[in-house]
């Protein structure tokens, strides 16, 4: 589920957010027509026909790349022609920049094996050695980085500022997409690939085993959903209300260690870990119960399995 997330939560809720800004402004000036620039073979023109035909079924929907079939090297060529100069050696990396991570794609993506160049990534490595960053979660919410407060969203920002430095949250995915084939695109995502794992090692300390168990399949379809344009389908917002309440206790410190390319969890400080001492330690003498107490629970625990050995022998 980690790394469907880092794009799910990417280009799938941006396009969502931005279809749905779309058809209000749309809706504001009256107009009988809205355009994108979807190919015919991509997700994104799912998610954008989705949300304008849910939302704005009144309104014509236009597609000119996807309707007339063009290759990226047609759309180069009309440009060129029409006076419009750049540098088109660039350009053959298409590179979509969000809040929640980068994703990269060129003809090495197109196949099943190459790797793009490091020249690809629009953040290179910039530092050496180790550098140590505290992350402050409340009910969940990333409200602080390095003790200083700030919106989830700007706190997104100074972490991906500080871990793209060290090239850290490069990868490249291979998903299925919405149409029903294959897709391969690279991906940075430095602030996205430490939150999200932070936040998680966060929740192992906080959550019971069943709300874990629960959540991590729930999220996974959240996810889902949300990358193939399901955002305003009622399921989300029943969904939504799980998630939520399971992050009541999902508050403390986690602390990592940015280095190059990669990154460690060092460690969480909470006042809702469950990894309390007075109920006994891992492994250790506990003070919650007694030997004989343990060997009743384990010859409980196990009397399923005995009779289905018995009765099946």
């Known amino acids: 589920m980690v790394l469907q997330s880092y794009m799910s939560c ?18 504001s000036i009256n107009a009988q027509y809205i355009a994108h620039g979807s190919t015919g073979a991509g997700n994104d023109q799912v998610r ?17 790349i996807r309707d007339g079939n063009l290759t990226r090297q047609e759309e180069i060529d009309y ?19 969000g809040l929640w991570g980068t994703s990269v794609g060129g003809e090495e993506t197109l196949t099943s094996h190459q790797p793009l160049p490091e020249s690809a990534y629009p953040s290179q490595l910039q530092k050496d050695g180790e550098e140590k960053v505290t992350l402050t979660f409340s009910k969940g919410e990333l409200v602080a980085v390095n003790r200083k407060k700030n919106s989830p969203e700007i706190n997104i920002e100074i972490l991906n500022d500080l871990a793209s430095a060290y090239a850290i949250g490069r ?3 291979v998903g299925d997409t919405i149409v029903g084939i294959k897709g391969r695109v690279g991906f940075e995502a430095a ?7 932070a936040h998680h090692l966060l929740e192992k300390h906080t959550l019971t085993k069943w709300q874990m168990q629960h959540k991590d399949y729930l999220s996974n379809w959240y996810g889902t959903h949300l990358h193939e344009g399901l955002y305003l389908d009622p399921v989300m917002r029943d969904m939504e209300v799980f998630l939520e309440s399971s992050q009541k206790q999902v508050s403390g410190d986690v602390f990592v260690t940015l ?24 492994g250790e003498i506990n003070k919650g119960w007694t030997a004989e107490e343990a060997k009743g629970f384990i010859k409980i625990y196990s009397n399923q399995s005995k009779i289905y050995r018995q009765v099946n022998n």
Do not use: C
Not at 11 to 21: F, G, N, P
Not at 48 to 64: M, N, R
Not at 191 to 197: C, E, G, V
């Open 171 to 173: 990868d490249i995915h």
């Open 79 to 97: 440009l060129i022609k029409n006076g419009v100069d750049m540098s088109w050696q660039e350009a053959k990396y298409s590179i979509n920049k």
């Open 48 to 64: 954008f026909d989705l949300i304008f035909q849910t939302l704005a079924p009144e309104i014509e929907i236009i597609t000119p």
């Open 259 to 282: 280095k190059p390319y990669h990154f460690t969890l060092d460690g969480i400080t909470s006042k809702h870990d469950l990894m309390n001492a007075d109920f006994g330690s891992y």
């Open 191 to 197: 602030a996205a690939t430490i939150i999200i794992k």
């Open 10 to 27: 990417s280009v799938s809720a941006e396009r969502i957010i931005q279809a749905i800004e779309i058809v209000e402004y749309a809706k």
